[in-house]
C-alpha cells in the first residue's frame, strides 16, 4: 500500500503537556485518513524542560520522567503518556519514529575549567589568537535522574566546541583542548560539525559506546519502529552508519531511519547516502524549495523544473518528500513557508505520484492558530487519493512551463483506481492526457477542484482542465464494487490490532 509519514507536531503548539494524549486519541483517525508512520517529535527534556521543543537536549534519558530543568513532564507530556501513544499509534497499524537529536546538548549543571582556542565562527579552520583558560558548559550530571539507566556523566571530553566561554565574552566559538571537528560533516563555514550548544564529539569512543547503548535502551524502552535523525550534516557520517548497524544487528530490527540534512545542493546529500552505505532515507530539501520558488513567484516559475536536481528524482528509493515541516514555517530557523494557494499542488505531487515517501505536516493538515494559519483543506481528500486512487503506471505531462500533469493507470486489484493531476501557477487551461484504453468511454469525476466530468475517448484519452492558481484531481466515476472495496478498507483499517 502507498505509505504516509505523518510530523506529528508544529513548533508553535502550546506547551501544556498534552500532544501525546491528543496523539493516542487521534491515532485511529489518522490511519483512517492514510497514515501509516507517525514522526513523534524528541521526547527528552531539554534545557528549558517544559517549554523545550525537544532539540535543546539536555538528558536523552529523561523522557518526562524525573524533576529536572523545572519539571516532571515535557513539553508533551509525560514518560507514561509518550509510551501509550506510540502503543495505541502501533495498535492503529501506524509505525512510530521517534525524533534523535544526537548532535549538541544545553544546560549543563556546571561549568569545567578547561584550555580553549578561539576559533572563527564564519571559518572554523581558522583559528583566533591562540590556547587560553576556558570556563565552560560542559558538566551533565543530571541530579534529577541520578545514575537510573546510565551512570555516564557528561564532561569536556565529551565534546568538541562551545559557543561560550566565561573568560572570554569577545569570542563565539572555542575548540576545547585536544579537540578537532571532525572531517566527515557537511563544508559550510569551512566544517559544519558545530551547530548550537556543547557538540557533542561523536567520535570519541566513550561517547560512540554511551550512544549506542542509550540507542538500544530508548527502543527497548519506547517499542518505537525507527528514527528520524535530526541535523545529520553536523554529524560525522561513519558515526550514523555505524550507530544503525550496531542498533539493527543487537534488536535484529529493520529500524527504519530518515535524516535531516538540510540542504538544497542535491550532490551533498547524494555524497551523504554514499558515505553512510545508504543506511537510511533523507528527507528532499531540493523539492521542498522548488514548491517554495514556485509559490513564490508570482507564475513565473518554470514547473517543468519541479524535479530538477531533486532527491526524488535522482534516487528515489532514498527520498521522503515533503512540503514544509517544524523548521520552515514562518518564524522559524529555516523559515520557507510555500505560500499556501500553491500547498494543495505541493501536496498533489507528493500523495499522488509514484515516487517518494510523502510526509504530511501537522500544520498543514491541522492548522497553526498560533500564527493564524488555516489546515490546508483539500489534504484529507488527497490523502484519501493517495489511498485509494494512486496506483499503477504514472504518464508524465511536464510539458508546458504553466500547467503540467500526470495519470495514474490505476491497478486492476483496486477497484476504481487511477486519477488525472494537474497543476498550474499561472492562468490555468487543458490538457489532453492518456489515462488508458481500460478506461475507454468511461467518465472521470473532478475531486479536488471544480471542474465538470471528463469522458475518456476510445483511445484512453480525456482533455482534463485546471483553474488559475490552482490544480485539479480527476478520479473514475465510482461504481458499486469501489464503493464496497472503500468501505472494507476503512472498516479494515479501523479495526486493525498489531500484536507484539
Ligand atoms: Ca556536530
Same mark, same amino acid.
Given at each position: 500500500m502507498n505509505g504516509i509519514m505523518l510530523q506529528t507536531f508544529e513548533w508553535d503548539m502550546p506547551s501544556d503537556g498534552t500532544l501525546w494524549n491528543h496523539i493516542r486519541r487521534h491515532a485511529r483517525r489518522w490511519a483512517m485518513l492514510g497514515v501509516t508512520a507517525a514522526w513523534l517529535p524528541p521526547a527528552y527534556k531539554g534545557s528549558?524542560?517544559?517549554?523545550?521543543?525537544? /532539540?535543546?537536549? /539536555?538528558?536523552? #534519558?529523561?523522557l518526562g520522567e524525573f524533576n529536572q530543568k523545572g519539571s516532571v513532564r515535557t513539553k508533551y507530556g509525560t514518560v507514561h503518556e509518550y509510551i501509550s501513544a506510540v502503543r495505541h499509534l502501533r495498535l492503529a497499524g501506524i509505525q512510530t519514529l521517534g525524533d534523535v537529536v544526537l548532535n549538541h546538548r544545553l544546560g549543563a549543571d556546571e561549568t569545567e575549567s578547561v584550555r580553549v582556542t578561539p576559533v572563527n565562527p564564519d571559518n572554523r579552520l581558522e583559528a583566533q589568537g591562540s590556547q587560553e583558560d576556558g570556563s565552560v #558548559? @560542559?558538566? &551533565?550530571?543530571?541530579p534529577g535522574r541520578g545514575r537510573r539507566y546510565s551512570p555516564f556523566t557528561w564532561d569536556?571530553?565529551?565534546? @568538541?566546541?562551545?559557543?561560550?566561554n566565561g573568560l572570554d565574552p569577545d569570542h563565539h566559538l572555542f575548540l576545547l583542548d585536544g579537540k578537532g571537528f571532525a572531517s566527515d560533516v557537511d563544508r559550510e563555514h569551512g566544517n559544519f560539525d558545530y551547530l548550537m550548544g556543547a557538540d557533542v564529539d561523536v567520535q570519541a569512543p566513550h561517547v560512540r559506546e554511551e550512544l549506542f547503548r542509550w540507542g538500544s535502551w530508548y527502543l527497548h524502552r519506547t517499542h518505537l519502529d525507527g528514527f528520524r535523525l535530526d541535523a545529520v550534516k553536523h554529524i560525522s557520517a561513519a558515526f550514523y552508519r555505524d550507530f544503525l548497524r550496531n542498533l539493527r544487528q543487537k534488536t535484529? $530490527?529493520?529500524?527504519y531511519a530518515v535524516g535531516e540534512y538540510w540542504s538544497s545542493d542535491l550532490q551533498a546529500l547524494l555524497s551523504y547516502l554514499a558515505q553512510v552505505d545508504e543506511s537510511m532515507n533523507l528527507f528532499d530539501t531540493p523539492l521542498h524549495f522548488h514548491f517554495y520558488s514556485a509559490s513564490h513567484s508570482s507564475g513565473q516559475y518554470?514547473?517543468?523544473?519541479?524535479? $530538477?536536481?531533486t532527491l526524488v528524482g535522482a534516487r528515489p528509493t532514498q527520498a521522503v518528500t515533503f512540503v514544509d515541516n517544524h523548521d520552515t514555517q514562518p518564524g522559524q530557523s529555516l523559515e520557507s513557508w510555500v505560500d499556501g494557494w500553491f500547498k494543495a499542488s505541493a501536496y498533489s505531487i507528493i500523495l499522488l505520484r509514484e515516487q517518494g515517501y510523502p510526509c504530511v505536516f501537522w500544520g498543514d493538515l491541522h492548522g497553526i492558530p498560533e500564527k493564524g494559519i488555516g489546515a490546508v483543506s483539500e489534504l484529507p481528500m488527497l490523502m484519501q487519493l493517495r489511498l485509494f486512487h494512486a496506483y499503477g503506471p504514472e504518464r508524465d505531462y511536464f510539458d508546458d512551463p504553466n500547467v503540467v500533469g500526470f495519470v495514474r493507470e490505476g491497478d486492476s486489484s483496486i477497484p476504481g483506481s487511477g486519477l488525472a493531476c494537474l497543476v498550474t501557477d499561472e492562468k490555468g487551461g487543458k490538457k489532453r492526457m492518456e489515462v488508458?484504453?481500460? &478506461?475507454?468511454g468511461k467518465t472521470f469525476v473532478c475531486m479536488v477542484g471544480d471542474e465538470k466530468p471528463v469522458k475518456i475517448d476510445a483511445d484512453g484519452f480525456g482533455t482534463f482542465s485546471v483553474r488559475g492558481g490552482r490544480c485539479s484531481v480527476y478520479i473514475p466515476r465510482p461504481t458499486f464494487s469501489s464503493f464496497l472495496y472503500h468501505i472494507r478498507e476503512w472498516i479494515r483499517r479501523f479495526l486493525t490490532l498489531r500484536l507484539f
Open positions: 528549558a524542560g517544559a517549554m523545550d521543543v525537544g /532539540y535543546g537536549v /539536555y538528558d536523552l #534519558y529523561d #558548559y @560542559t558538566r &551533565f550530571t543530571f569536556h571530553t565529551c565534546f @568538541t566546541s562551545v559557543d561560550w535484529g $530490527r529493520e529500524v518554470d514547473l517543468r523544473d519541479l524535479f $530538477r536536481d488508458g484504453r481500460q &478506461f475507454a
